[in-house]
């Protein structure tokens, strides 16, 4: 692992930044993955605020375990949070990945009748 300089560390924001981004956590051997709905948001914000959360400025070693939590626009809104701190996201954010055609290569409209013969998507590398 390299370690950041002093001046290094004044140019970079650690305490905005998730302790992934710092330390890899390539020594962490094993992982689970949840995918949850936020069906109570009391519940959800009171589980959140209790959970064992650190940023990559109060670490100076990797930790031997962690917690990430990513959300949705659905999950965020359903926790309640500000429809304004939303909007400052990014529209991929916000839209979702399925909804960026871009990304489809062809694929994504296999289920419409005539697909085949849409030349918007026969370009694609």
Not at 31 to 49: E, G, H, I, Y
Not at 50 to 62: H, I, L, Q, V, Y
Not at 72 to 97: A, C, N, P, Y
């Amino acid at each position: 692992m390299i370690q950041p300089t002093s001046q290094q560390k004044s140019l970079v924001e650690l305490d905005d930044m998730q302790a992934l981004l710092r330390f890899g956590h390539g020594r962490l051997v094993e992982s689970c993955f949840m995918l949850l709905t936020v069906a109570d948001a009391r519940q959800a914000r009171a589980w959140l605020s209790a959970a064992s959360f650190t940023n990559a400025a109060t670490r100076e070693t990797p930790p031997q375990q962690a917690l990430q939590v990513a959300f949705t626009v659905h999950g965020l809104r359903r926790l309640g949070l500000d429809e304004q701190v939303i909007e400052g996201f990014s529209d991929e954010f916000i839209s979702g990945m399925s909804h960026d055609e871009s990304r489809c290569r062809g694929h994504c409209y296999s289920h419409r009748p005539n697909a085949g013969n849409d030349s918007r998507h026969d370009s694609y590398p």
